[in-house]
């Protein structure tokens, strides 16, 4: 219960301000000819200290409209090039109109009209947040993902985005989707600066969104918001860098925009560790370093277009060539009961040559306005080539019981094709809707291995162990899921809705392992060794009936659903020896989520759901994988599918006046049958299959379903801006507990993982030619063992970033990125700590400063590594990987930047009246 006291505190310590909220209308006319005026600028200013609140733009009738603003005093600022501005006090009790107002026409044309209003930070509508881009100052030429970042609850967490404490999936551009899921590409090839705002919310699945019925399935989403006069033009930038030890990098990215027609083409070549393409030269120090030295060649294209007014088509396509040399050593301390312990150490480097295409489609045709059809593929394909050795060794405090060296050429390819198909139906009645659904996946994987190893078996009677082995894996997948969904309203206020849903997954795996003789007659020759080959399938064909309730007003929205499943799974292996495993389950999945709005500022979501897991074909396949031949692994046939119960509750509240911001989330799950690791760790040598001992020492691990997984999470984050320093500030924290159980020689062993987390971010907002970001989080871990105590332990980790650039005297450019991690409590040796500084000297050139050209140095001081602890039901591991270290680079960046003058009133009208 402590833990859930915790976590409670840090969601309900604040208190609740109820306000009541009041709209403003009215109209602009030409005071001259009494004409109805559009596209005038109106402001809404809060009269004490000129704080803008909302902005909007006049409708073709001349018609403006504010919503959701608290009572009190404010003042209506009217503007027009070549009109006097014109302010009116409004004092708001109730929903007013103040009628027409007058714009007269200037005695002098204004070339240009300067007003210094400090632009509001954002507003909270409901479940989304949106940012106003103008509150952020960035410089220039920084990238929509600089812009973001200083934004309130936004930061990453090993290399990857998150907003409001989960990881960010996709990127939408004025609503669109901008090259899928890949969010890094998204971000670095949109500059700050033609961004008008940012919205963060859960888009809910294509399903829900068609029929209305929200089915749990959400995607924390950011939908970047363009302003309109960027929307037609070219603009981008391009770099090119050299440097010692021959470090190269070339890259550019452009966009062309014409309005709904837009292109994106985007392409890197380098040998810096840059995976996407950004000219900042400190982008590349992210929380987590890249592991290894990696060579890469990417181009990508992204193409979105209304083709009439029924047809909208996004597309992106994105191709990656790279090459990695890693080297890496790791320390695993295994979980036994007895005290002898055992403890595993490795060291390995590998050369890998990576090569993969990605395709994307979203395609939707409006056929009128109650029938839709939206069609979603995706196509992948990948290649993989490896060249690795590793030699580990197994140690107790009695002395060593084995050790290995291997090495491994591989050969790996994977295509992939995915389609969704949806089809929407409204009918007269509101409410009155059908959506059926089409889900088809094709899968293919191929694996060809050729194995080398020496095992060093340490007994009474030491034994030595030769392989050389060639491995071949094919696997192949179908999968198809049909439903259809049927809403019916209920009242004024009310709907259900009728489900049904079959589907079936089907895998079938085929692993040869040869060996191949070394010496005499019988050299070159492969035998196929029955105890490493298997040929599996496995079928799992699923059908769910489900009734759902929903009812809905303006402040209170809540769900209920009840869904029954009956699902069948069917593992069929034909090799070495044939037999039919069958399973039925039948399940009640309920599901309950509510929604209310004390305020359009403040909102309280609570979702519980359930689910189940059918566990893979590769957790399935009885297969030994000896990889590893110190630790072997198989799958298991006879594995259940799991359960899960998963709570979540989430406050937000944004004070437009004060521009405080606050997210609360409390967050659990329960498991049975959750799928977890079985390890055996052999005390004398046995012999698991035909001609495969397991010696003393050795592992054989599989999966095995257990119940007791739980666990719990929490996060807030507050923020504000602090304008006596013209900076944002933000502090987030949280506390999470895992309760994980394993097995160990047939022992069950729970973890118990708590980590306190916190951190804060100073974001300036004093100009475009200064800008800094200061962020630092720390945690404080402990783990609990229940079958080996000795070895629960506690360990630290801070890590604390500094990006600073500054545009000096005659256009000189300062840019400093000091990135600073310190560790404690990890296994010796791995408590180092780095503090990974970068720095460029450059000048603003050419005209409008479109150029610059810099010397970047990275890694100044030379202390760039990767240090990681990762924690399971069987052992504790800390790890280290080389990493890119110190280089010098020359480097030329070149902003492009062109649009057109702006959409003509036919056009605004045209665009008003779509």
């Not at 009572?71 to 209506?76: E, F, K, R, T, V």
């Not at 031949?629 to 998963?646: A, C, I, K, M, V």
């Not at 006046?657 to 055996?680: A, I, P, Y």
């Not at 990762?870 to 990987?881: L, N, P, Q, V």
Request: proline share 3%.
């Amino acid at each position: 219960m402590k833990h859930v006291t915790c976590a409670l505190f840090f969601f309900f310590f604040l208190n609740q301000v109820f306000s009541q909220q009041y709209s403003i209308n009215g109209t602009i006319h030409d005071n001259v000819e009494d004409h109805a005026f559009p596209n005038v600028t109106v402001l809404l200013l809060n009269e004490p200290d000129s704080l803008l609140m909302q902005e909007t733009i006049t409708s073709a009738d001349g018609s403006f409209y504010f919503e959701d603003i608290p009572s009190g005093n404010y003042l209506l600022r009217v503007q027009y090039l070549g009109y006097e501005p014109m302010d009116q006090a409004v004092a708001l009790t109730q929903n007013t109109d103040v009628g027409i107002l007058y714009l007269m026409e200037s005695a002098t044309a204004l070339d240009e009209v300067t007003i210094n209003i400090r632009p509001p930070m954002g507003e909270q509508k409901g479940d989304t947040m949106q940012f106003n881009a103008g509150a952020f100052q960035t410089m220039k030429d920084a990238s929509a993902q600089n812009l973001i970042e200083k934004m309130p609850g936004i930061g990453s967490a090993d290399g990857n985005l998150q907003a409001q404490g989960e990881q960010i999936v996709q990127i939408l551009v004025d609503g669109k989707p901008f090259f899928g899921t890949d969010v890094k590409a998204a971000l670095q090839n949109l500059p700050a600066e033609v961004i008008q705002s940012i919205q963060i919310y859960d888009k809910l699945s294509d399903k829900a969104e068609l029929s209305g019925f929200d089915d749990g399935e959400r995607e924390k989403t950011i939908n970047i918001i363009t302003k309109p006069n960027s929307r037609k033009g070219l603009f981008g930038k391009t770099t090119v860098g050299y440097g010692n030890d021959d470090r190269y990098m070339a890259g550019a990215s452009v966009n062309a925009f014409n309005e709904d027609r837009r292109i994106t083409v985007t392409g890197l070549s380098n040998n810096i560790n840059a995976t996407d393409y950004s000219a900042d030269p400190n982008s590349r120090s992210e929380s987590r370093p890249q592991n290894g030295i990696i060579n890469t060649n990417r181009i990508g294209v992204n193409f979105s277009d209304d083709w009439g007014k029924k047809v909208e088509i996004n597309a992106s396509y994105l191709f990656n060539h790279r090459k990695n040399f890693g080297e890496e050593s790791l320390v695993r301390d295994y979980i036994l009961p007895d005290a002898d312990g055992q403890v595993y150490s490795e060291s390995s480097n590998n050369t890998r040559r990576n090569m993969d295409h990605r395709f994307n489609m979203r395609f939707e045709y409006n056929i009128d306005s109650n029938n839709r059809i939206l069609i979603r593929p995706n196509i992948s394909a990948e290649s993989d080539r490896e060249n690795s050795y590793f030699t580990g060794n197994t140690v107790t405090a009695s002395g060593p019981l084995n050790q290995t060296e291997n090495r491994l050429f591989a050969n790996k390819t994977e295509f992939d094709i995915n389609n969704r198909l949806f089809y929407s139906r409204k009918f007269r009645k509101k409410g009155r809707s059908l959506t059926v659904g089409l889900h088809t996946g094709n899968y293919r994987n191929e694996d060809d291995e050729d194995r080398e190893a020496e095992n060093i078996y340490y007994n009474e009677t030491d034994r030595t162990e030769i392989l050389n082995q060639n491995n071949l894996r094919s696997h192949r997948g179908f999968s198809w899921e049909a439903n259809a969904s049927y809403t019916e309203p209920v009242g004024k206020h009310s709907m259900m809705e009728f489900e049904y849903e079959i589907g079936n997954d089907k895998d079938d795996s085929d692993k040869r392992t040869y060996n191949i003789d070394d010496a005499g007659e019988m050299a070159g020759i492969r035998r196929l060794d029955t105890a490493l080959s298997n040929v599996f399938n496995s079928r799992y064909l699923s059908q769910e009936a489900e009734i759902g309730y929903q009812y809905a007003r303006e402040r209170f929205r809540m769900q209920a659903e009840a869904e029954f499943q009956h699902a069948r799974l069917k593992n069929d292996q034909e090799f070495p020896s044939p037999f039919v495993l069958e399973r039925t389950f039948k399940s009640i999945l309920p599901s309950v989520r509510i929604d209310y709005k004390f305020s359009d500022t403040k909102n309280l979501e609570f979702d519980y759901d359930t689910r189940t897991n059918a566990p893979s074909v590769e957790d399935l396949q009885g297969v030994i994988d000896n990889s590893n031949p110190l630790q072997l692994e198989t799958g298991n046939p006879n594995l259940l599918q799991s359960y899960s119960n998963r709570f979540r509750l989430r406050y937000r509240s944004y004070n437009p006046k004060t521009e405080r911001s606050f997210f609360g989330m409390v967050m659990s799950s329960l498991t049975d049958n959750n799928v977890v690791t079985s390890t055996l760790i052999a005390e004398t040598p046995i012999e698991i299959a035909d001609g495969i001992v397991l010696e003393r020492g050795s592992q054989l691990s599989r999966p095995v379903n257990l119940d007791g997984y739980w666990d719990l999470r929490s996060y807030f984050n507050w923020g504000k801006p602090l304008h006596v320093i013209s900076a944002n500030f933000n502090v987030h924290g949280g506390i999470s507990y895992t309760h994980s159980p394993g097995m160990i020689n047939e022992e069950v062993n729970f973890v118990n993982t708590t980590r306190y987390s916190g951190g804060l971010s100073l974001s300036s907002n004093i100009s475009d030619r200064i800008d800094f970001n200061l962020w630092t989080r720390s945690a404080y871990n402990t783990v609990e063992n229940s079958l080996r105590p000795a070895l629960s332990n506690n360990y630290f980790n801070q890590t604390t970033r500094l990006n600073y650039n500054w545009i000096m005297w005659q256009n000189l450019v300062y840019r400093l990125d000091i990135n600073h991690q310190f560790n404690t409590g990890l296994s010796e040796g791995y408590d180092n700590s780095i503090f990974l500084v970068n720095m460029a000297l450059g000048k603003k050139i050419l005209k409008n400063e479109r150029g610059e050209i810099s010397v970047n140095v990275y890694d100044l001081f030379a202390q760039n590594n990767n240090i990681r602890r990762d924690i399971t039901e069987t052992y504790i591991e800390d790890s280290r990987s080389n990493v890119l270290q110190r280089y010098l680079m020359l480097s030329f960046t070149y902003n492009i930047r062109h649009f057109s003058r702006g959409t003509t009133m036919k056009d605004y009208e045209e665009l008003y009246n779509n």
